[in-house]
């Protein structure tokens, strides 16, 4: 699998939309973008994926360039609660869910 | 739809001691995965169970192991226990085929004294 580069820390204001990037140029066909967030001690839940086209969900949106080097996760009115690491993975389509490999993730704090 | 089980939550074990944890998935997923979280190492991946085979291995010495039962319901045992094994266990649920997302536990966390 693909090996991801993300910024360490973000801030975000309460209320604006907070943009997450993340780097994979060394991303293959085959290989999707995940990204899941871990709020404080808890597991890291799923947030979204995709292959190559843009993907939104109720959490949040996913913007692959076309190149697919790289990628940006999107909450677009960013709240006290989605202050977490978020984790970008990349995964191959015959890499079963189970086994992601995890980078150090962006922590993410949203100030109020 | 109940979520993954995991229990217990907190342990405290001494060093030289075992441990064994468990694990139940979601209703219907067949594959069981392990991570280790600490402050130091992050997430790492320790093996993965599928229809009760050890399907993906990460790189941990042998006093890690598991096992899945027929009910997909997995344990994790820990023998020897040292210092640097203290850290958060994630246990995380998928249905084992296909590209899916994987649906993690809240955790055990084990402290080793």
Known sequence: DAKTTQPTSMDCAEGRAANLPCNHSTISGNEYVYWYRQIHSQGPQYIIHGLKNNETNEMASLIITEDRKSSTLILPHATLRDTAVYYCIVRGINTNAGKSTFGDGTTLTVKP | ????????????????????????????????????????????????????????????????????????????NVSTLELGDSALYLCASSPGQGNTEAFFGQGTRLTVV
């Open chain 2, 1 to 76: 739809k109940a979520g993954v089980t995991q229990t217990p939550r907190y342990l405290i074990k001494t060093r030289g001691q075992q441990v064994t944890l468990s694990c139940s998935p979601i209703s219907g997923h067949r594959s069981v995965s392990w991570y280790q979280q600490t402050p130091g190492q992050g997430l790492q991946f320790l093996f993965e169970y599928f229809s009760e085979t050890q399907r993906n291995k990460g790189n941990f010495p042998g006093r890690f192991s598991g096992r899945q039962f027929s009910n997909s319901r997995s344990e994790m």
